[in-house]
């Protein structure tokens, strides 16, 4: 089973900040397999990026996926508001294994 | 609009069954794999079980996580449009929202792109 594991589990970030969050399997995987999703509180998952760097349908381009192997990452260029939320990264097959998430806190 | 809505949570004691159910719209059903997601409170996401659409050479197929196996089944109607997740021998560490989810590959790529707003399911004496 392959383990994902993100840091930071908790970022403190501002409005405007670039933020990053890092994922990193516990062996090498396809990052045609590496998801992202977004959370906010009360809500259910909404899938963020695909196949490590593919923005899903209606996700604004301040998302951005890259990566490889082991370790993959997601960046918010720029963040609003409404970015504020945990974020989880996704391996598809197998065990279809989640990391335990970030969550992006205000500062 | 695409919508899946899960119903059939609930308190149990532990030991106890329950059958969750997922009515889906907005889409052809058969086309899909589906899973089942559980999230305890504050935490994070476990993936419990898939079932394969219709229309393999194969039949529908099924797969569980380790934790649930021999104890939870999942199924699916097309004609209704709605998969099951019939849950026995139930235990404390099955508490949670439980998700059900469509699977993105018939689409040709690899994901979970659209989620329930979930069912609560409570194991507890």
């Known amino acids: 089973e392959i383990v994902l594991a993100q840091s930071p589990g908790t970022l403190s970030v501002s409005p405007g900040d670039r933020a990053t969050l890092s994922c990193r399997a516990s062996q090498s995987v396809s990052g045609a397999y590496l998801a992202w999703y977004q959370q906010k509180p009360g809500q259910a998952p909404r899938l963020l990026m695909y196949a490590a760097s593919r923005r899903a349908t209606g996700i604004p381009d301040r998302f951005s996926g890259s990566g490889s192997g082991t370790d993959f990452t997601l960046t918010i260029s720029s963040l609003e508001p409404e970015d504020f939320a945990v974020y989880f990264c996704h391996h598809y097959g197998g065990a279809y294994s989640f990391g335990q998430g970030t969550k992006l806190d205000l500062k | 609009e695409v919508q899946l809505v899960e119903s059939g949570g609930g308190l149990v004691q532990p030991g106890g069954s329950l059958r969750l159910s997922c009515a889906v719209s907005g889409f052809t059903f058969s086309n899909f794999w589906m899973h089942w997601v559980r999230q305890v409170p504050g935490q994070g996401l476990v993936w419990v079980s898939r079932i394969s659409s219709d229309g393999t050479s194969d039949g529908i197929s099924t797969t569980y996580a380790d934790s649930v196996r021999g104890r939870f089944t999942v199924s699916r109607d097309n004609a209704k449009s709605t998969v099951y997740l019939q849950m026995n021998s139930l235990r404390a560490e099955d508490t949670g929202t439980y998700y059900c989810?469509?699977?993105?590959?018939?689409?040709?790529?690899?994901?979970?792109?659209?989620w329930g707003q979930g069912t609560t399911v409570i194991v507890s004496s």
């Open positions: 989810v469509r699977d993105a590959s018939w689409f040709g790529y690899y994901g979970m792109d659209v």
